[in-house]
C-alpha cells in the first residue's frame, strides 16, 4: 500500500487510514469517558471503545471511525474512513484532520495548565484523576451557539433532547454501513425558518427566535468566528457576542470556551461548576461569586480547562 507521512502536520495517510500523532497530555480513554456522558446524543456514536462521527469534508461528507493506539512511544489515534468513501485528496483528509484536532483541542499545550493545577487545592485531584482529558470542542461557531442557547436555564438530560429534535428535523443525515449519521443544521438552514416552522423543536419561543436571529447573523457574515478571533481579545469577543439578543454572559462564554478555544473563558455563573465546587468542598451551598473569585485566583488564562475539569467530577 502507498502512503507517506506528512510530517509537519503530524498525520501518517495509510489509504483508508490516518494515523494521527496526539500529545503526551492525552488519553483517549479519558475523553472517550466525556463522550459517554450523553446518552442521548445525536451527532456521534460510540460502539467498542471508539467514536464515530460524519463529518464534512469539503463538498462530501464522510463518517470516520476513531480510536486510540497503543503505542508506548508515540501516543497516536488512528481516524479510519467507512463505506468504501475514502477522500481521494490529500487537501480533503487534510479538512478531516483539521476538524478532530479541533474538536480534540489536540494544538493546546497543557504542560502549563498541568503545573498550575498540581497546586492548586481545587484542581489537583482532577488532574490526577482525569490526566489526558481535552476540552472537547464544538468547532462550528452556529452550532455552539446554538448549543449555548438550547441549555439556558434547563437541565443536562431535557436539552439533549431538545438538540436531538433540531437536528432531526432541520439537520442533514447520511447513511453508512446500516446506520444514520446526523449532521447539525446550517445557518442557512434556520435562517429562512418561521417560529411555526420550529414547533417540532419544544423550545420556547424566546429561543427559537434567538436561534433563527442569530443563523441570519451569520448568513450575513456579520457573525462569524474569523471576527470573534480576530478581535484579538478576550473581552472584546466577549462583548461581541453579549451584544446580541439571546446571548448572555454565560452562553459567551459557553461559546468562547468550546468554539473559540479561548482559555480565559469562564462561565463562573454555570451550575454544574458550582455543584462540582460545591462536592469537592464538601459543602451543602454554592459558592458566592466572591468565593468563587478567590478560588480562581490563580488559574488566570486556564478558566476554561479548570471549569471543564471540574464538570468531570459530575459524571
Request: proline residues 4%; charged residues 25%; aromatic residues 12%.
Amino acid at each position: 500500500m502507498n502512503h507517506f507521512i506528512r510530517t509537519h502536520n503530524t498525520w501518517e495517510d495509510l489509504g483508508d487510514e490516518i494515523r494521527l500523532v496526539v500529545p503526551q497530555e492525552f488519553s483517549f480513554a479519558e475523553n472517550l469517558k466525556y463522550f459517554t456522558n450523553a446518552p442521548n446524543e445525536c451527532l456521534y456514536r460510540l460502539k467498542d471503545q471508539k467514536i464515530y462521527k460524519a463529518i464534512a469534508g469539503g463538498e462530501e461528507t464522510f463518517v470516520i471511525e476513531i480510536s486510540g493506539v497503543d503505542l508506548p512511544l508515540i501516543p497516536m489515534i488512528t481516524l479510519r474512513f467507512l463505506g468504501n468513501n475514502t477522500p481521494a485528496l490529500t487537501a480533503t483528509k487534510q479538512t478531516v484532520v483539521d476538524y478532530v484536532r479541533d474538536w480534540f483541542d489536540l494544538d493546546k499545550d497543557l504542560a502549563p495548565f498541568y503545573e498550575m493545577a498540581k497546586t492548586d487545592p481545587l484542581l489537583h485531584r482532577a488532574v490526577e484523576s482525569f490526566y489526558g482529558l481535552r476540552c472537547i470542542g464544538i468547532p462550528n461557531l452556529f452550532e455552539a451557539i446554538c448549543w449555548g442557547i438550547i441549555g439556558q436555564q434547563i437541565n443536562l438530560t431535557f436539552a439533549y433532547t431538545l438538540k436531538r429534535e433540531l437536528v432531526e428535523n432541520f439537520g442533514r443525515h447520511i447513511q453508512c454501513e446500516g446506520e444514520d449519521y446526523w449532521i447539525f443544521p446550517r445557518a442557512e438552514d434556520i435562517a429562512c425558518l418561521t417560529l411555526e416552522d420550529l414547533a417540532p423543536v419544544r423550545m420556547t419561543v424566546k429561543k427559537c427566535e434567538y436561534l433563527i436571529a442569530v443563523a441570519k447573523l451569520i448568513v450575513e457574515g456579520t457573525l462569524t468566528k474569523e471576527l470573534l478571533l480576530e478581535s484579538g481579545d478576550f473581552k472584546k469577543a466577549e462583548k461581541m457576542l453579549v451584544s446580541i439578543r439571546g446571548i448572555g454572559p454565560w452562553t459567551a462564554n459557553y461559546v468562547l470556551m468550546r468554539c473559540l478555544r479561548m482559555t480565559s473563558a469562564f462561565p463562573i455563573d454555570d451550575v454544574g461548576l458550582h455543584n462540582s465546587i460545591k462536592f469537592l468542598l464538601g459543602t451543602d451551598r454554592k459558592p458566592t461569586k466572591e468565593e468563587l473569585l478567590q478560588l480562581s485566583a490563580t488559574w488566570t488564562n486556564w478558566e476554561s480547562y479548570a471549569t471543564f475539569y471540574l464538570w468531570r467530577f459530575l459524571y
